[in-house]
C-alpha cells in the first residue's frame, strides 16, 4: 500500500481499520511502523521549504524512504482477512 499506492500515516491506518470494522480482523499483531512510515516522518519548516523549492527532491526522498519499509501485498490481506487475525 506505500510502495505502490503511497499511502502513509492516518490514512494508512484508516484502511487498516477497515480490515477490523469490515471484516472483523484481529490487527493486535499488525505492527504499523514496519509497513508505514509516519504521518509526519522528519517533517518540519526547513524540510518543508527545501522540498518545496527544489524540483523532483520530495519524490526522490520519498523513494529512497520507501526502501526502509516493508511491503504490504493485497495477498497478505487476503489472507489476513480469511484468517481474521493478522
Not at 2 to 16: P, S, V
Not at 60 to 77: N, S
Request: avoid cysteine; glycine fraction near 8%; charge should be negative.
Amino acid at each position: 500500500m506505500y510502495h505502490d499506492l503511497g499511502l502513509y500515516g492516518d490514512i494508512a491506518e484508516a484502511y487498516m481499520e477497515v480490515l477490523v470494522d469490515r471484516y472483523h480482523v484481529d490487527l493486535s499483531g499488525f505492527e504499523f511502523d514496519k509497513f508505514f512510515p509516519p504521518e509526519f516522518a522528519g517533517k518540519n519548516m526547513l524540510t518543508g521549504a527545501f522540498l518545496s523549492i527544489v524540483p523532483f527532491a520530495g519524490s526522490i526522498a520519498r523513494a529512497r524512504q520507501r526502501g526502509v519499509y516493508l511491503p504490504l501485498t493485497l495477498d497478505m490481506i487476503d489472507r489476513t482477512i480469511r484468517a481474521k487475525r493478522w
